[in-house]
């Protein structure tokens, strides 16, 4: 019984590696977009929009 040799073992860990490195990031970049980023931004326009209903600017 011989042991089949080991081929592209290296190649495709590399593989899988970047391919889950490239998903976790993009995922996270959505997430800090669309969770933190937008609501954020909308808050502080929604802020200015009252200052300036105000007239306190």
């Given at each position: 019984?011989?042991?089949a040799p080991i081929t592209g ?49």
């Open positions: 019984m011989a042991i073992m290296f190649r495709r860990q590399l593989i899988k590696d970047l391919s889950i490195c490239f998903g976790l990031g993009i995922g996270g970049g959505y997430w800090w977009w669309y969770g933190y980023h937008v609501p954020a931004v909308q808050h502080r326009d929604a802020y200015y929009r009252k200052l300036e209903a105000e007239g306190l600017e």
